[in-house]
């Protein structure tokens, strides 16, 4: 009976954390369409640019994103200056091997979603050959043998099979992002073995941990880039949202850009009179 008690009270556990952060995803995204309601542009003297069309609620995601400068010069550009400085590149580079391989299952089952069968059997190549001979990914094996690396996520396959991406969004804490991406982010978040394997060992911290590190990791590697940019940007906000509309451009199609859109796109752009966007 203890036994019993003690499995059903870990089950217990498990379903409401998973319940706590599905519930607290739900709320943002129900916040952010509230909210918006409130924020957007009101400019009819002058025609707007394609990326300005893209981004109705440039007021507060210019509030937001001088929020996110702030932080990131406070407290996250200096953790990534000494990260960069402690660590031997040699090391830095097995890090970001290891947690590419750790969101491979995230793009084979993404790949799959979207009926690319050689990209699927790709991306299973390069998890199983990194995990087994490349020391559990910290060495990218299967990038020597000619398998490169790429991403897929859920806002892709749902961008895939023609769902709308919505408006250009920036939140405090998490950056760029659309509607589409954030409802992205939820599905992956299941279709994560990791995740998976840490909640149910009681160890759903190491979920966090993980997204501290990927962060760090990744804003160590952009330290010159984002410095530069900022240097010779007029309006960094600016430009930083037209990078990244045009990265998540060149992600929708596999990193070729092209100028065709789903035909949802193209409507949902005409009816709330925004430009297209893919993430």
Not at 33 to 61: A, H, I, W, Y
Not at 153 to 158: E, H, K, M, S, V
Not at 212 to 223: C, F, I, Y
Request: overall charge negative; aromatic content about 14%.
């Amino acid at each position: 009976d203890f036994c019993l008690s003690r499995g059903l009270g870990d089950v217990y556990k498990r379903q409401m954390y998973i319940r706590k952060i599905t519930i607290h995803t739900m709320f943002l995204i129900l916040f952010s369409g509230v909210f918006l309601t409130s924020c957007q542009r009101n400019e009819t003297n002058r025609d707007l640019t394609e990326d300005e069309k893209q981004d109705p609620f440039e007021p507060m995601n210019r509030q937001f994103f001088e929020f996110n400068m702030i932080l990131d010069g406070i407290l996250l550009e200096p953790m990534a200056m000494a990260y960069s400085l402690a660590m031997p590149n040699d090391v830095q580079k097995g890090i970001s091997n290891f947690l590419n391989n750790l969101s491979e299952p995230v793009t084979f089952a993404n790949d799959t979603f979207q009926g690319k069968g050689d990209r699927s059997l790709e991306t299973f190549s390069r998890f199983m050959i990194n995990t087994v001979i490349g020391f559990f990914g910290f060495f990218d094996v299967a990038e020597k043998l000619g398998l490169p690396d790429h991403k897929e996520d859920f806002g892709q396959t749902l961008g895939h099979w023609g769902a709308p991406s919505g408006p250009y969004l920036v939140l405090p804490f998490l950056g760029s992002t659309t509607p589409r991406a954030m409802m992205g982010r939820t599905v992956d978040f299941y279709l994560s073995p990791y995740n998976y394997y840490v909640i149910h060992k009681d160890k759903a911290y190491l979920i966090y941990v993980r997204m501290g590190v990927e962060t760090l990791v990744k804003r160590a590697q952009n330290l010159d880039d984002v410095r530069n940019f900022k240097e010779n940007s007029v309006d960094f906000y600016a430009a930083v949202r037209s990078f990244q509309l045009q990265h998540w451009r060149s992600e929708q199609n596999d990193g070729n850009m092209k100028d065709d859109v789903s035909y949802l796109d193209d409507m949902f752009a005409e009816e709330e009179g925004y430009d297209y966007e893919v993430s």
